[in-house]
């Protein structure tokens, strides 16, 4: 039978409970956001190049830029999906730290356009490399986080000249537990 008249411990709280209790949700949820900061989010352009490298120790690849400027990158390959790479200008001061391995980053490689070095400095070394006589094409592979939750791999598809000639997404075999066992 229903029972009119029962109250729970939150139905007979106070209003100025109620609000404690949801001022402290909203602390709870900055904190754990906060913690979500991923390296490429924390760092505001015009600072030094040291305060980068303090954090997230030596680059392990440094390439130059057109602009007399540098761009150090943190690849997390050949297993992980990240690479954060900060451009840094002649004076030594950070223009832009940012994730490469991603959609909108690749997207702007330019088909018949980019070349070789392009691809290397935007993205760094891949992951894997093949040649495909048949196709007479190099391929430059890359791992990444599509959306923050498809694990995939990104190629760039080389002529003999070193221009890119096609790119290619498809599924990260390493996360696939259907074909794991293959690799």
């Not at 754990?32 to 303090?54: H, K, N, R």
């Not at 999906?81 to 490469?100: F, L, P, S, W, Y």
Request: proline share 7%; aromatic share 12%; net charge neutral.
């Amino acid at each position: 039978m229903f029972n009119r008249h029962h109250f729970t411990a939150a139905s007979t709280a106070t209003p100025a409970a109620g609000r404690l209790r949801r001022a402290a949700l909203v602390c709870l949820s900055a904190l754990t956001l906060a913690g979500c900061v991923q390296p490429w989010q924390q760092y505001q352009q015009g600072a030094d190049e040291s305060t980068i490298v303090a954090r997230l120790g030596p680059p392990r690849e440094t390439y130059d830029l057109p602009d007399g400027g540098k761009r150090l990158m943190w690849p997390t390959q050949p297993m992980g999906e990240t690479t954060t790479a900060a451009d840094i200008d002649a004076a030594g001061k950070i223009v832009n730290v940012r994730q490469v391995l991603q959609p909108n980053e690749f997207y702007r490689a330019q088909i018949g356009q980019w070349t070789k070095s392009d691809v290397l400095v935007n993205f760094g070394r891949p992951v894997e490399t093949a040649y495909f006589p048949l196709m007479k094409r190099e391929v430059w592979t890359y791992r990444y986080l599509e959306d923050n939750v498809w694990y995939m791999m990104y190629s760039f598809y080389f002529d003999d000249q070193g221009i890119v000639r096609l790119t290619q997404k498809t599924p990260d075999p390493l996360h696939d537990p259907d074909r794991r066992a293959l690799f």
